[in-house]
């Protein structure tokens, strides 16, 4: 059973405030993931790591940031929200051998 | 670059009847191919996945795929679908020569949500 772990799961702010996304997984996975999900559209690559201080930036251009300082853990920032940045957030994590992804419930953002 | 067409982005079917989802990639190097599910406010599942070997490709809810690579698809069938079913799927590709690498990432379909109906 997966144990990868989003907080929080639903979150409203308003216009210019820094957020962070939380992802934990509990498996040791060393690759981990943040997707974008829009309803009607292809889940976009935002950011991804091979593991710890490692970071990359996915297909879909962001203005989020990340970090991975724990092999467990890899928040997600917004230094400024902007309506623009509504959306559903997915993390995910895998094994390098197999490449399953693993994903979390999600956060869903709405900047107003 | 790979990508994926899921043709139909809604397909509602009765109870108990069969039904088929449509995926098609496009790749210039061989691939993988997965299909995950998405049940209403929950992250995505694996639901099956080609790797190599036998084409045809099952999970344990009754689902089937087949990958054909002449056709360059991989659709999913399940002969007789159930209210739990509902939800929303979607079809992945990634380049095998560089799977687990930066250029094997995997790379989603728009979606496919189905809406089985009493």
């Known amino acids: 059973e997966a144990d990868i772990y989003q907080t929080p799961r639903y979150l409203v702010i308003g216009t210019g405030k820094k957020i962070t996304l939380e992802c934990s997984q509990t498996m040791g996975h060393d690759k981990m993931y943040w997707y974008q999900q829009d309803p009607g559209m292809e889940l976009h690559l935002i950011h991804y790591?091979?593991?710890?201080?490692?970071?990359e930036k996915g297909d879909l251009s962001s203005e989020s940031t990340v970090s991975r300082i724990r092999t467990e853990h890899f928040p997600l920032t917004l230094e400024s929200a902007r309506p623009s940045h509504t959306s559903q957030y997915l993390c995910a994590s895998s094994l390098a051998a197999t490449g399953e992804l693993f994903f979390g419930e999600g956060s869903r953002l709405t900047v107003l | 670059a790979q990508s994926v067409t899921q043709l139909d982005s809604q397909v509602p079917v009765f109870e108990e009847a069969p039904v088929e989802l449509r995926c098609n990639y496009s790749s210039s190097v061989s691939v993988y191919l997965f299909w995950y599910v998405q049940y209403p406010n929950q992250g995505l599942q694996l639901l099956l996945k080609?790797?190599?070997?036998?084409?045809l490709v099952e999970s344990i809810n009754g689902f089937e795929a087949e990958f054909n690579k002449s056709q360059t698809s991989f659709h999913l069938r399940k002969p007789s679908v159930h209210i739990s079913d509902t939800a929303e799927y979607f079809c992945?590709?990634?380049?095998?020569?560089?799977?687990?690498?930066?250029?094997?990432?995997?790379?989603f379909g728009k979606g496919t949500k189905l809406s089985v109906k009493p």
């Open positions: 080609y790797l190599s070997g036998s084409t």
């Open positions: 790591s091979y593991g710890v201080n490692s970071t």
């Open positions: 992945a590709v990634s380049d095998r020569m560089n799977y687990g690498g930066s250029q094997g990432n995997l790379i």
